[in-house]
């Protein structure tokens, strides 16, 4: 299992590295956008570029966001029961995320195909379209790779006496 922990890790530090790289390229081009247009030489396709960084950032967040427990929770119900209990309803609740997650992703990557194979490009750049749609794949793809091994800690959980 920590073998399988590690490599989830690793993943996850991979997006983190992109998704910053592509906060910090959003940054610069927006930065550079900005002061070009006080020269009257707008970047041209600046917001289309900002735009698709802005969703690699977004997808490549999630998985370490889950990985940290980042996100908000309700769990008014859940925190009044036994240990024991609170494990198996948080596995039940990742197992069907996990799932969820999983299906987005082959979803999506069936959808990047199709993108493919018709020759979709983004209006002003002309950039292939499929490319994003395979990295938010990609991303939750890990992503439930991340919920599903929470499961099977809560298992574990559990399953302990």
Known sequence: MDSWVSLVTKLINILKRLGGG????????????VVFRGFNRPIFG????VSFMATVVLACAMPLTEFENGHVGVDLFIRRLSPKT???????TKLLS??????VCWQMLLYANTVKATGEVSMSLQFPDYILIYVVAVAFGVLSLVILTECLMNLRKAGER
């Open 46 to 49: 600046a917001v289309e570029v």
């Open 98 to 103: 996990g799932g969820l997650f999983g299906l």
């Open 86 to 92: 609170q494990a198996w309803c948080d596995a039940i």
């Open 22 to 33: 592509a906060l910090v390229g959003m940054m610069v081009v927006t930065c550079v956008d």
